[in-house]
């Protein structure tokens, strides 16, 4: 019976599909658990009616009985240690889950997404933390608890370079050039991780201010400007504004004081082609999957903090979810600097 109880463990929960995506060193270490466990149930038993051996066969019953219920209970200590590993390594994924705070699950493509966020962690892995410095607090800007943040701010910048660069190649129709879109892809699995990683990181960062004597709400740590965060909440939504509104590299001015000087950069086409905009809508596109990780940026920032707790409305203004109902626009506000 005890046999039968172990393997129903092993069989139909401890190797369940939901754990699945374990490593193969972890599901081992659960089996062996289970065996050493029932080698313990029969040893022990065994070892019980060696003892009472003389009081007879119900003695001997009793005792395998007894051994079996005590070392069933070290079973399941182990097990359910074995089980815990397993958890906290599905759940881990190499961010640091101890640190952050993740309030609802992944959909499918953000798992992808971050999980192409690790790999390139792993690809760089001498990569340096990006040391953020905002305009108001240069010198002592507060930095991120968790660290691959840093890290992989510096991957982000390294993409959003390249994928300036590769829109300067294309600037016939650069959307519809497998090189530009590769790299929007790359570009929005990055910034989408970095800007769920920030809102995770929100309850031990506000925690350590807490430690300091300055007190914040998630909204004030979100929006204050002498942070990390005001840059990297906005790295996934300006990454998707600029791929859904097919930004291209151009001419644009910019005033200072009377004077209108001319330069090279990013900027809005004066039309999107309703055939490129499309491609956001329909099933099993690129396209759509950019527009899917957007969306669940924006429903995941207000598991964190509601609308009338934002300080600043173009943390709002930004992160309005995109549906077909609705106007896109790609350029909501201007960007805090």
């Not at 350590?208 to 790295?235: M, V």
């Not at 055939?275 to 099933?283: I, K, M, P, S, V």
């Not at 920032?301 to 707790?309: A, C, E, F, I, Q």
């Amino acid at each position: 019976m005890v046999l039968d109880c172990l393997q129903g463990c092993v069989s139909s929960s401890c190797l369940s599909q939901e754990n699945s995506s374990l490593s193969a060193k972890s599901k081992w270490a659960l089996v062996a658990a289970v065996v050493g466990s029932v080698a313990g149930v029969v040893i022990m038993g065994l070892g019980g009616a060696s003892i009472l051996g003389g009081i007879g066969s119900a003695g001997f019953i009793g005792s395998l009985a007894g051994g079996g219920v005590l070392t069933l209970f070290s079973a399941g200590g182990i097990i359910a240690i074995a089980i815990a590993s397993y958890k906290k390594e599905k759940t881990g994924g190499g961010f640091g889950a101890d640190i952050g705070e993740q309030r609802a699950a992944y959909p499918n493509v953000g798992e992808d997404a971050l999980s192409f966020a690790r790999e390139k962690l792993a690809e760089n892995s001498n990569v340096k933390k990006h040391p953020f410095s905002s305009r108001f607090r240069p010198s002592n800007t507060y930095q991120p608890e968790n660290k691959a943040i840093g890290q992989l701010t510096t991957v982000f910048y390294a993409c959003w370079n390249t994928f300036e660069s590769v829109l300067k190649e294309n600037q016939g129709d650069p959307w519809s050039q497998d090189a530009v879109v590769q790299v929007a892809d790359d570009l929005m699995k990055i910034s989408y991780a970095i800007s769920c990683l920030t809102l995770e990181d929100l309850p031990k960062f506000t925690d350590a201010l807490q430690d300091t004597g300055t007190h914040r709400t998630f909204g004030e740590a979100l929006t204050k400007q002498d942070s990390y965060q005001y840059r990297t909440y906005y790295f996934c939504t300006r990454a998707y504004h600029n791929i859904r509104g097919g930004f291209i590299w151009g001419t644009v001015s910019q005033k200072v004081l009377l004077v209108e000087p001319l330069r090279e950069a990013l900027c809005a086409p004066t039309n999107t082609s309703p055939a490129y905009a499309e491609l956001f809508y329909q099933n099993s596109t690129l396209q759509s999957q950019w527009r899917e990780l957007y969306n669940d940026y924006c429903d995941r920032v207000r598991l964190y903090v509601h609308d009338k707790d934002m300080p600043d409305d173009r943390h709002k203004g930004w992160t309005q979810k995109d549906t077909k109902a609705q106007l896109f626009d790609p350029s909501p506000t201007f960007l805090p600097t």
